[in-house]
């Protein structure tokens, strides 16, 4: 490896800005820094400013077949570890992303546009948390013992599917392939990720610096375009397992793929989740569950958020009118501003969908756009991707921005009459990722939480992911669990019996 390119400081850096130039131009394969073997690379821009702080390598069919052939080979040794020394060496990653934890965050910041205080930080946190959580998972790979016969000796047992290939999206990517990553390596298998074209910085170092504790070859990590990079990933024969989380159409030509090779595939896709309020919730808090429900901080970009909400007639005004107060109240600016609580959309593309998304609701006969918050005044993010956040009210479930998902700072709030209508408006959806109820009446928020159909339901909170809970959708919204010790049981070992005829 000594003759590889070893860019990036080994100390964290709190120069985000530095540390971007220096991941430029690189996949990480085989336990180093390479480009792409076509040369060619890709310009990561910052969308607070519209400035390039980085290249990616744009990867290729040819970046694909060096990366799992590498992993395919780094696999066979890994496998054999007992599993409590790869969990052991997971936690140990864990510990240094907790020392990078600042560096992890800024980096993110500047790519995605996210703001640092109310979410970039988290991100890094729930990231070490995530590989904490799993790593000390090595000796829960345990199989069963069958009563078959007196004299027959009959076992299971949990046994890696070989080469994981990971494909991550753009909004929450550290974190989004942390829980694929985690669960895959200490389940004995080995990874290559393909970051999204967006944010393939901060995914690039995590991967480098888990490659200072694990063996070379174990995790890989690609930068690169969908159909040029993704799509060489998930059809190569030594991948044996397919593990996605973005839109529902690149979602189905995943799963196609995984069809065509007869391999196992998880699907984590997107989302319209509903927010139910009762006129009985505790007022104040459910104000503030709202924010965070509909993740504005994170300017709506999420499959979770809460892009629908419900509120029972008598408080429907009065809530309208507190969350719009309560919006306003946040700061729109530069990400990596302490002050900041709201940054900026990740892409021009992005930008421009959600802004249609807007210019529609505006259109609509009967709606109201309640524009919160206030533009940033800095001359220096003028060419920054800064939307307000809109409410609307007004709207009726027809609207296609109560059908489909915005992945924006745009939330619809409806009134209902009664619990019925309202769960058949939050089931009337092709969805069904997540939803939360907000009452004091837990015999209807229990009901209604047996009859939603979303993978989470929470009653009286809505929080982002945690190590252990099974997160995973019904419907569009994909298939199978993550982040939980069945979500690695299940999507990433197959169960092989064992018999032995002792007669
Ligand atoms: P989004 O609209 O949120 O960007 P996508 O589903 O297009 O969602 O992208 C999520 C991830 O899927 C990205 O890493 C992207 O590069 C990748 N991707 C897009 N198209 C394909 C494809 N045809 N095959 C494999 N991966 C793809």
Redesign the pocket.
């Known amino acids: 490896m000594l003759d590889r390119p070893h860019p990036t400081p080994s100390a964290p850096s709190n120069d985000p800005f530095a540390l971007a130039k220096a991941l430029s131009g690189f996949h990480f394969i085989g336990g180093g820094y390479v480009p792409a073997r076509s040369g060619r690379s890709f310009a990561v821009v910052n969308p607070a400013t519209g400035q390039q702080v980085a290249q990616a390598a744009e990867g290729d069919a040819a970046d694909v077949d060096a990366a799992v052939r590498n992993a395919a080979e780094a696999q066979k040794e890994w496998a054999k570890l007992p599993a409590r020394k790869r969990g052991a060496l997971v936690h140990q990653c864990a510990a240094l992303l907790k020392d990078h934890a600042e560096e992890l965050a800024r980096l993110i910041a500047l790519e995605t546009g996210k703001a640092l205080r109310t979410e970039s930080r988290v991100e890094a946190g729930v990231v070490a948390d995530i590989f904490e959580f799993f790593g000390g998972l090595g000796s829960e790979l345990k199989g069963e013992s069958v009563p078959f016969a007196p004299n027959v000796l009959s076992v299971t047992v949990r046994e890696p599917l070989g080469v994981v290939g990971a494909?991550?999206?753009?909004n929450v990517p550290m974190l989004l392939m942390a829980l694929k990553v985690a669960p895959a390596l200490v389940a004995g298998n080995s990874v290559v990720v393909?970051?999204?074209?967006e944010a393939p910085l901060a995914v690039l170092r995590v991967c480098e610096l888990m490659n200072r504790v694990l063996p070379p070859g174990v995790f890989n990590m690609l930068s690169g375009?969908?159909?040029e990079c993704?799509?060489p990933l998930?059809e190569h024969p030594l991948v044996r397992k397919l593990t996605f989380t973005?839109?529902v159409?690149?979602g189905k030509?995943?799963a196609k793929a995984a069809a065509e090779k007869l391999i196992p595939v998880t699907l984590e896709l997107g989302g319209k989740s509903p927010m139910i309020v009762f006129a009985d919730c505790d007022f104040d808090k459910t104000v503030s569950g709202a924010l965070t429900s509909m993740r504005f901080t994170r300017q709506g970009q999420s499959c979770t958020a809460a892009s629908r909400i419900y509120v029972e007639r008598p408080i429907f005004d009065r809530f309208v009118q507190a969350m719009k107060t309560a919006v306003d109240a946040m700061v729109m600016g530069d990400p990596l501003d302490e002050k900041t609580d709201i940054g900026t959309i990740i892409s021009t593309g992005q930008f421009e969908k959600v802004q249609s998304f807007i210019e529609e609701g505006k259109a609509t006969a009967g709606a109201t756009a309640h524009v919160c918050s206030a533009m940033p005044k800095d001359q220096a993010l003028k060419k920054g991707l800064f939307l307000q956040p809109v409410i609307f009210t007004g709207l009726d479930s027809k609207s296609r921005l109560v059908r489909e998902e915005i992945f924006g700072p745009v939330t619809v709030i409806q009134p209902f009459d009664e619990p019925e209508a309202v769960l058949a408006e939050a089931n009337d959806s092709e969805y069904g990722l997540a939803a939360s109820l907000w009452t004091n009446n837990l015999k209807v928020g229990l009901d209604l939480a047996h009859r939603l159909e979303a993978g989470l339901v929470q009653i009286n909170q809505n929080l982002v992911v945690q190590a252990n809970l099974s997160y995973g959708g019904v419907k569009s919204s994909g298939l199978g669990k993550e982040a939980s010790l069945e979500a690695m049981l299940e999507h990433f070992t197959h169960k092989k019996t064992i018999m032995v005829n002792m007669a």
């Open positions: 494909i991550i999206p753009w393909k970051s999204a074209e375009f969908g159909p993704g799509a998930v973005g839109s159409e690149t030509i995943v």
